[in-house]
């Protein structure tokens, strides 16, 4: 009894500073997951309050950033930007990539098997061409701005592998959804052209921004979220990650839009706005050059010092991702190796 009082304790700061902070776990954090204090708006404030801070930290970090681009964001809630690199070097980039060796982490999705090696800067130093894209300094601005948090994000190369794992679960990738309550970006710099075969990206344009019914499905989201056991609709509900319906999508007006595009496209995508991994229609493999930013939303600042922060969150996210690697293997939806990203063919890129 002690032991519990004693551990419920030494929870609640936690709790606390989750709620101050990204959290966003349903299940596992009782304070988010209230239902009363949910019924009252605290899911709803907490939207509120991120994306208003954001869109102040746009404002400020607009001047590193071309209009148009800035334009695009605003209100698509992603950049999509064809040919980013010469033709040469992104030739080189994608024999780089494929030819590359180190630390693979390979996650199974239900059929999809996601390849990732976490590219930090001393993976770097091993990829000269990498290396190259991630000092590209339009990348670097657009990146820091589209954060809102002038910090480059975390790099990886990423090869997906549809239908390569043989399980009846459905990827939970594949379905509509929010990543989290606040905004933040991932990027892809596709080696790969994205089509129906391999499954492009899904986004919902304008789904990033805030208005009265989106707020009113999150109310009604957060307060499903909240229903434990057999109550609850959906097993994908508790982690803050709200799935949503055609129906849902159609009452908020919203129009899905698949992000097909050829190889060497960058796109940066705002995901808090509804996306998803698309339907692949067969085997096959695409790789990215796969780019994370997420930040403590309701921090008004944005860093000063984008290297060093850069460097000191690379140094914690590898640290988690090692917690996060025990799990996962156990469970045996992951496995490590050291070595290529499995691929059936080099991309063939004109010179
Ligand atoms: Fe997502």
Known sequence: MLSQILGLIWKIPKWIIELLSWGKSFKNNPIIGNYWLNFFGLHVVRVIVAHTLFRLRLFLLSPIVPSEYRREFIENGYVLKKDFLDNKQFSKLAKELEQFEGPVREIIEGTTVTQRIFMD????????????????????????????????????????????????????????????????????????????????YIYVPGSHRLSRKRLKWEYKESLEACKKGRKRSSERYWDGSFRVSKDDLSEMGYQVKKLSVPANTLVIGNVYGFHCRGEALQKSKRMTVWMQARDNPFNPFFTPFPRGTARVFEKVWRRVLERLDRGKINSGEQQNFYGRLSRPKPTQVAD
């Open 121 to 200: 800067h001393k993976e770097q130093e091993r990829a000269p061409e990498f290396k190259a894209l991630v000092k590209n300094q339009l990348l670097d601005r657009l990146m820091r701005y589209c954060s809102s948090k002038n910090r480059p994000p975390l790099f990886y190369i990423e090869n997906l592998c549809n239908y390569e794992n043989v399980n009846p679960r459905p990827d939970p990738q594949r379905d509509l959804h929010a990543d989290t309550f606040h905004p933040c970006v991932k990027a892809w710099l596709y080696i790969d052209e994205t089509n129906d075969k391999n499954g492009a």
